[in-house]
């Protein structure tokens, strides 16, 4: 439970590093003189360098020790961290973000696969993934109110500061606490793989949100399809993919990332919306409009240990339905 206790630090920081965020966004743009789609860069060049680097993080740590990288992304994500709070134009703290994502892909698929080879046992497993989901509802819930009083008290950079002691912890405790670990036969790198899953998502987001802009987002969207095509076409040809194209063969996988995408974009969407509007048309202060998005995060605390041991007593069909 203390190895869970550590691995959930993780999810803690990265999670609630996106609501933090977005709760203080107005207050970013205000100070920066940033326009709309900067402060849509500040939120999506955290999120796609973070998915762009998961499976990455994963292999090397099956190779290097998952300790290890679990550590190092650590650092990263609190070195991050510290730049962001530190930032003294949109282009710094866009770039502070990028250095946060790239420790935030090291911290969660890691975590994860700490806890995994801790609980083998599949209904213990279930239920340690519900507490792993409930810290995820702490951190959504955390991450508003924190922000907002931060924001409201102290101004915007001092929203970073709270990951630093978070992430000292984290460190103190993993030394302590976890043991080091290894895949039997760890996966080969693969960059060509791993260039055009990067060039693909960035060029995606580019198109999305300069496209209110004039030039750049027809040549960014073709960008984005040839990369995708690219990697569709090259990676089933390797002998150990970073993207197993085999796995989308099961209709239940494909289902539950589809379901996965969904709610993800929307909850985005509506995070980046909402606190926005509820602070510049609604005139709320950031503490209140914090407050306006935890009922949100309360169902998430509740229903995600419910939920893993209906997976552990059930099974995970019948809570789709």
Not at 203 to 232: C, D, K, P, V
Not at 247 to 271: E, K, N, Q, T
Request: charged share 10%; hydrophobic share 55%.
């Amino acid at each position: 439970m203390l190895i869970l206790a550590t691995c959930c630090l993780s999810i803690l920081v990265v999670s609630m590093d996106v609501t933090i965020v977005n709760v203080a966004l107005p207050a970013i743009r205000k100070d920066l003189g940033a326009s709309m789609e900067d402060l849509q860069w500040v939120m999506d060049a955290y999120t796609i360098v973070l998915a762009s680097f998961l499976m990455l993080s994963g292999s090397m740590a099956d190779r290097y020790g998952r300790r290890r990288v679990f550590q190092s992304g650590m650092v990263l994500f609190s070195l991050g961290s510290l730049l962001c709070s530190l930032s003294v134009g949109v282009g710094w703290l866009i770039a502070a973000r990028v250095v946060q994502a790239l420790g935030g892909s090291m911290l969660n698929p890691v975590a994860m696969s700490i806890v995994t080879h801790t609980f083998p046992e599949p209904k213990e497993r279930a239920r340690v993934i519900g507490i792993w989901g409930a810290v995820a509802g702490i951190s959504m819930a955390l991450g508003p109110l924190a922000g907002g009083a931060l924001t409201q008290s102290l101004g915007w950079h001092s929203i970073f500061w709270i990951n630093l002691p978070i992430g000292i912890l984290a460190l103190v405790l993993t030394a302590r606490f976890v043991p080091e670990s290894r895949a039997p036969c760890a996966r080969r790198p693969d960059p060509v793989g791993q260039f055009l899953l990067l060039t693909g998502l960035a060029a995606l987001a580019y198109t999305l949100i300069e496209s209110g802009r004039a030039g750049g987002a027809l040549y960014s969207a073709l960008t984005a399809a040839a990369a995708f095509i690219a990697l569709l076409v090259y990676e089933p040809r390797r002998r150990e993919p970073l993207l197993d194209l085999r796995f989308f063969r099961s209709i239940p996988f494909s289902s539950a990332i589809v379901i996965a995408v969904c709610m993800f974009s929307g909850m985005g969407a509506f995070l980046f919306l909402g606190s926005i509007y509820l602070q510049q048309v609604r005139a709320l202060s950031p503490f209140h409009a914090g407050l306006c998005v935890l009922p949100m995060a309360l169902a998430v605390i509740i229903l995600s240990p419910l939920s893993g041991r209906l997976v552990g007593s059930r099974g995970a069909r019948p809570l789709h339905y």
